[in-house]
């Protein structure tokens, strides 16, 4: 039954009778079930991983079922919670479904009917899913602040669809520079906590020495220096969510006390004795290999499997050139500096070529410079840097002379003009027209039925 988009069901319920005929009736039709024996477990279980839905007893002892169902909506709204209860008492049902119950069902548990309310229930999360990514694309954009259309950027947004609608734990991998504090910010603006703070902090600028305070506050006195308490990263974070930047950073002291925050969601100030708690998501990013460093020692790996509940890949520029035309018009707009409306065609053709080793923060600061460069309207080719405009001699010595551009010159007309000269000067070798354009063999032969020149290479392959 679970594909991508659907997760188990949770079942909750603190008779293990009850949790083992659940189980056995769910994993007949193919679900995949998590028994969990307390609404405690349950929230716990749900900062770690997202079902589809969840079977809930409202009749448990201790934190009880009404507040699990509370706090599971308070978190989650999307998330489709079916109530089982002993009794059919209409005060205890209208309270439940006011909490953002889905249904109820009334014990003993007739197999049928759970069964398809199950069914349903899992369907309406997923439509509601869509429906939530689709009202996102009507918008012209997959989340605020975040560009791009490109395959590897749609695959991100497809993940994104699924952690917004979670309290999972997430640790985000990409180089520096490609976005990973506004991929975090996302799940938190479009997520359940938006209500709540994001407190993002970048370890890497941390001093080890102080990098104890920052995290967990301390009391006044608490060192030389303290001469007041104060409130650390964990506690600002509370019913937020809190993002680490750069989580490899962390000494192993560091290490084991973070582990011990996420397993007893308590701590302690630097200088105090009480326990204190907070509720908060917890997201981190690095652009270094942890499971490497894991590897060598440097990482503790129960910290790391706690972190990596779901790892999320961010691509660099250079594997999502496609999106590169629309980057410069959103900086430039960002930047309100009116002058300067747009980047010409020969200019940012330059830009679709270069590799970008800084991602999106060096194509960011380029455009910033160029706009302060620019003399008119229009970003031109001598408005660029020296790396970005000797880029294109760097695959052949004797480059294809470029397509003279003039004032009716569209980007389109510009990569026809470009792909021509680059299949003469080559012969029609298909191969070396690739090389010299630095682009894939896909969106070469994309490129020549876009462009209506299918035929080209044959004509010329005959013409020698």
């Not at 920052?214 to 809190?242: D, I, P, Y």
């Not at 004032?407 to 021509?420: A, H, I, P, Q």
Request: with cysteine; net charge negative; glycine share 8%.
């Amino acid at each position: 039954m679970s594909d991508e988009g659907t997760g188990p069901i949770f079942v909750v319920d603190d008779d293990p009778t009850q949790r083992m005929i659940l189980e056995r009736w769910l994993v007949r039709e193919g679900y995949e079930v998590v028994l969990l024996e307390s609404g405690e477990a349950c929230l716990e279980a749900l900062s770690e991983e997202l079902p589809s839905a969840i079977c809930l007893d409202l009749n448990m002892p201790g934190f009880g079922g009404m507040n699990t169902l509370e706090q599971v909506h308070d978190h989650n709204p999307m998330l489709p919670v079916i109530v089982l209860t002993s009794d059919d008492a209409v005060d205890s049902v209208v309270q439940a479904m006011r909490l953002g119950a889905r249904d109820y069902l009334t014990k003993p548990l007739d197999q049928t009917k759970l069964l398809t309310t199950i069914a349903n229930a899992v369907e309406v999360g997923r439509l509601a899913m869509r429906v939530s990514q689709l009202e996102r694309e009507a918008e012209g954009k997959g989340y605020q602040g975040i560009v791009g259309n490109s395959a590897p950027m749609k695959a991100v947004f497809r993940q994104l669809d699924r952690l917004c609608v979670s309290d999972v734990t997430v640790l985000i991998h990409g180089e520096s520079g490609t976005g990973k504090e506004l991929i975090a910010r996302a799940m938190h603006t479009y997520g359940s906590r938006s209500r709540g703070p994001f407190v993002a902090v970048n370890l890497a600028a941390v001093p080890e020495t102080l990098m104890e305070s920052e995290l967990f506050g301390h009391e006044k006195g608490a060192f030389t220096g303290a001469v007041n308490r104060r409130v650390g990263r964990f506690e600002e974070a509370n019913r937020g969510t809190l993002f680490l930047d750069e989580i490899g950073e962390l000494s192993h002291q560091v290490q084991v006390k973070l582990l011990r925050v996420l397993q007893e969601r308590t701590f302690q100030r630097v200088g105090g004795s009480a326990r204190l708690s907070s509720d908060f998501r917890l997201v981190t990013a690095s652009h270094c290999n942890l499971e490497e460093e894991v590897r060598q020692g440097r990482f503790r790996q129960d910290l790391y499997f706690r972190l990596a509940v779901f790892e999320l890949e961010l691509p660099p520029l250079r594997q999502r050139r496609d999106d590169i035309p629309a980057l410069p018009r959103t900086f430039i707009k960002q930047m309100g500096e009116g002058r300067v409306e747009s980047v010409s065609a020969v200019a940012l053709e330059r830009m679709m070529r270069y590799d970008w080793p800084g991602n999106i923060r060096e194509l960011q600061n380029l455009i910033q410079r160029s706009v302060v460069m620019c003399n008119g309207t229009e970003i031109q080719l001598e408005d660029l840097p020296e790396r970005v405009r000797a880029v294109a001699k760097t695959n052949d010595s004797e480059p294809a002379p470029e397509p003279e551009e003039t004032d009716d010159t569209t980007l389109e007309d510009f990569s026809r003009r470009l792909l021509v000269n680059a299949l003469t000067k080559h012969d029609g070798n298909a191969s070396a027209a690739m090389r010299e354009l630095n682009i894939g063999r896909t969106r070469f032969y994309r490129m020549l039925k876009r462009f209506g020149l299918e035929g080209k290479i044959d004509e010329l392959r005959q013409g020698n």
